[in-house]
Each structure stands twice: as structure tokens, then as C-alpha cells.
């Protein structure tokens, strides 16, 4: 979900450019919409995937578990490692069942009463959550013995968990929880000069600019 990176560090809500004010909203909103048509098309789940749920979701880019063209159900599907995902019929819509965590806990400030029971849901799952925090995918259907698998293992029960705790996917996490609580990041941006002015040359008006 891109449209995270932002808004770890600006504060858009309320403030508009030429476009939001054109679509009678600001960017916070748009991610917030984001946030919930990501849930959305996961608990429509129309690939089919183990676990998806309105408590278990989130796709954006992240590890995957390997290029691999394997049978599921009745047909064959075709998994990724490190790739893009998205919902099928997008740009990047490679839907293979890979979940990342960063991609729901990333939103918690746009979205906080659908995001908490995902962190909660995933915290439980087995070998997701260790002393770094999560790691950075998982792919509950994802259960075949393969070798070579670009990154993590798989257990037969719960399928494959990636290795890796990735800072672009942690820093999301962590940064939006601490938005979330206190504006902890926002309430600093906010006074930078620097950071007000190349607002408003972008065009952005109101709210905490006004």
C-alpha cells in the first residue's frame, strides 16, 4: 500500500491539493478507502486463498514464497517470491494467497477499528511474530514440499512463513502504531518549516497549513 509512506511522516488530514479538493476529500480519506477495498477484496477472496478474512488480510508488495507453478484445488496457480501483489485485474494484481502484515498495520491511523483485530488475528499466527516483530510475509496455502524456496519455510499445518523482517515493511508498523496513539511523528512534521512551505508550493490549503 503506497500510500502509507507519505503519510508516516505528513499529516494530510484536512489539508488539500487541487485534486483532493476536486474529489471533496483529502488524502488521509483516500487512504482510508484504501484501507478498507484491501479488506475487502480479501474477504471476497475470488482466488479462493486459505485464511483470508475480515480479520486476516492485507496485500502489497512484499517476499513471497517462490516462482513456482503448483496444483491448488483443481486448476494450477502460479506463486511469486519478492513481487508486487495486489487484487487480481489491477496493475500489480498478483494475487497468490501471500499476505503481508505491513500492508494492514501499516493503516492502522486511516482505519483502526478493522486494522486491530488483523494485529491481533496475526500475532497468533504460528511463526509469524518473533522478538523483532513480524516477519515480513506469510502464505497460509502455500503448504507444498519444494526445494529451493526464495526465502522462509513451510510448515504443513499453516503454511509458509518468511524469514525476513524487512525495515521498509517494520518502520511502516511501528511509526503509524505511535501516529496512531499520539501523533507522535505527525505533531513534529507539522512544525517544520521546510516541510509547511513545500506544502503549500504543492498547492495544499487548510486545516493545520491555514
Known amino acids: 500500500m503506497p500510500g502509507q509512506y507519505s503519510q ?4 494530510f488530514r ?3 491539493d487541487a485534486v483532493m479538493r476536486e474529489a471533496g476529500f483529502d488524502y488521509f480519506e483516500n487512504s482510508r478507502r484504501e484501507t478498507y477495498a484491501n479488506r475487502a477484496y480479501c474477504v471476497a477472496n475470488p482466488m ?3 485464511a483470508y478474512s475480515g480479520r486476516l488480510w492485507g496485500l502489497a508488495a512484499c517476499d513471497g514464497p517462490g516462482n513456482f507453478r503448483l496444483p491448488y484445488g483443481s486448476e ?3 506463486f511469486y517470491g519478492y513481487s508486487a501483489r495486489g487484487p487480481v485485474g489491477e496493475p500489480d494484481g498478483r ?3 501471500t499476505l503481508t502484515p505491513s500492508a494492514a498495520l501499516g493503516s492502522l491511523p486511516f482505519a483502526p477499528e478493522i486494522v486491530i483485530p488483523v494485529a491481533e488475528e496475526m500475532r497468533k499466527w504460528p511463526g509469524l511474530y518473533d522478538r523483532y516483530g513480524f516477519r515480513d510475509a506469510f502464505n497460509p496455502s502455500f503448504k507444498y514440499d519444494v526445494h529451493k524456496l526464495e526465502t522462509g519455510s513451510v510448515d504443513p499445518q499453516s503454511g509458509w512463513v518468511a524469514t525476513d523482517y524487512i525495515g521498509i515493511d517494520q518502520g511502516p508498523i511501528l511509526l503509524q502504531a505511535a501516529n496512531h496513539r499520539n501523533d507522535f511523528v505527525w505533531r513534529y512534521t ?5 516541510i509547511r512551505l513545500g506544502l503549500k508550493r504543492a ?4 486545516g493545520w497549513l491555514g
Open 48 to 50: 479462493g486463498w486459505q
Open 95 to 97: 494475487d497468490d494467497g
Open 8 to 11: 508516516i511522516f505528513i499529516d
Open 203 to 206: 498547492g495544499f490549503t487548510g
Open 190 to 194: 507539522r512544525r517544520v518549516p521546510a
Open 14 to 16: 484536512g489539508i488539500r
Open 76 to 78: 494450477t496457480r502460479q
